[in-house]
T-cell receptor
């Protein structure tokens, strides 16, 4: 059973457009929600993360929106660039001392930004 | 710092063979984890460790063993390889606690025939 569900599976956006990827979670004990970016042949790398005490976090062109009551969070990439073409994973972890080592990932979204 | 290193990069095994995937980190991180990545399933946690001598099972531990004798190293052992273990394996480390960034290695692509 997938505890974090991610959509869409793939996304094609024109350069300069907005890319939006959505995630929904089931476990209300989750309290840390990172997004990871993965380029082909590489390991995932942390892009941006949010805790449920805020509804939005912005870093440059990347924004996480968080809706605690709906148990949903999303990644918005403004002014999308061809260099943003990658696979994006949302993730979540539970409260507790060991949570930093136990991430539950969504299925991933392959983003293609056309020039 | 080299960060998280994994060897080998690629491996082909026959069904029933055993092998060890190596993982090392030079950031003095307390926590280390192994994930497998399969198409359409994201990354799934196999085993994790919160310090030398302490390991625990993740979501998909069957067929894998781990041990952590030092802070730096966290090898993953496949006891008797099966085609279902064909996957890309990632090792990750983090400073520990809640919400610290996990640093991933470059991965090992394993094919079991």
């Amino acid at each position: 059973q997938q505890q974090v569900k991610q959509s869409p599976q793939s996304l094609i956006v024109q350069k300069g457009g907005i890319s939006i990827i959505n995630c929904a979670y089931e476990n209300t004990a989750f309290d840390y929600f990172p997004w990871y970016q993965q380029f082909p042949g590489k390991g995932p790398a942390l892009l941006i993360a949010i805790r449920p005490d805020v509804s939005e976090k912005k870093e440059g062109r990347f924004t996480i929106s968080f809706n605690k009551s709906a148990k949903q969070f999303s990644l918005h990439i403004m002014d999308s660039q061809p260099g943003d073409s990658a696979t994006y994973f949302c993730a979540a972890s539970k409260m507790g001392e060991t949570s930093g080592s136990r991430l539950t990932f969504g299925e991933g979204t392959q983003l293609t930004v056309n020039p | 710092n080299a960060g998280v290193t994994q060897t080998p990069k690629f491996q082909v095994l026959k069904t029933g063979q055993s092998m060890t995937l190596q993982c090392a980190q030079d950031m003095n991180h307390e926590y280390m984890s192994w994930y497998r990545q399969d198409p359409g399933m994201g990354l799934r946690l196999i085993h994790y460790s919160v310090g030398a001598g302490i390991t625990d099972q993740g979501e998909v531990p069957n067929g894998y063993n781990v041990s952590r004798s030092t802070t730096e190293d966290f090898p993953l052992r496949l006891l008797s390889a099966a085609p279902s273990q064909t996957s890309v394996y990632f090792c990750a480390s983090t400073r520990g606690g809640r919400g610290y960034e996990q640093y991933f290695g470059p991965g090992t692509r394993l094919t079991v025939t």
